[in-house]
């Protein structure tokens, strides 16, 4: 009889770490979209004679960070939607 009880408590697990998971892409989301603000205002704002060739690589490269991070969350999202599609029937929403 011991078997709906560890169905149950894997199926409560895979919820936990399926709301983790997507806490996570939030949060990557969020940071993404605060990087590509920070380097739009950095790139707009900064004088000419501020601008150095380290300051424009320093914004290419937080560019490309803010991209990794985009397609990691996009990434992240399809995972969960695959976990969510697969959770048991009794614990899907």
């Known amino acids: ?11 409560a697990a895979l919820e936990q770490a ?8 939030a949060d990557i ?4 979209d605060d990087l590509a ?3 739009t205002v950095l790139d707009t ?3 000419e ?6 300051v424009d690589q320093a914004l290419g490269h937080t560019d490309a960070v ?3 991070l985009t ?9 969960n939607a695959t976990l969510d599609s697969v959770a048991a029937p009794g614990t899907r929403r």
């Open 71 to 79: 397609r990691s969350a996009e990434t992240l999202d399809d995972v």
């Open 29 to 32: 989301r969020q940071a993404a």
């Open 1 to 11: 009889m011991s078997q709906p009880s560890n169905d149950a408590e894997a199926a």
């Open 45 to 47: 704002h900064l004088s």
């Open 18 to 25: 399926i709301e983790k998971a997507k806490e996570v892409a």
């Open 37 to 39: 603000v920070a380097n």
């Open 66 to 68: 803010e991209k990794t």
């Open 49 to 54: 004679e501020a601008r150095t060739r380290e």
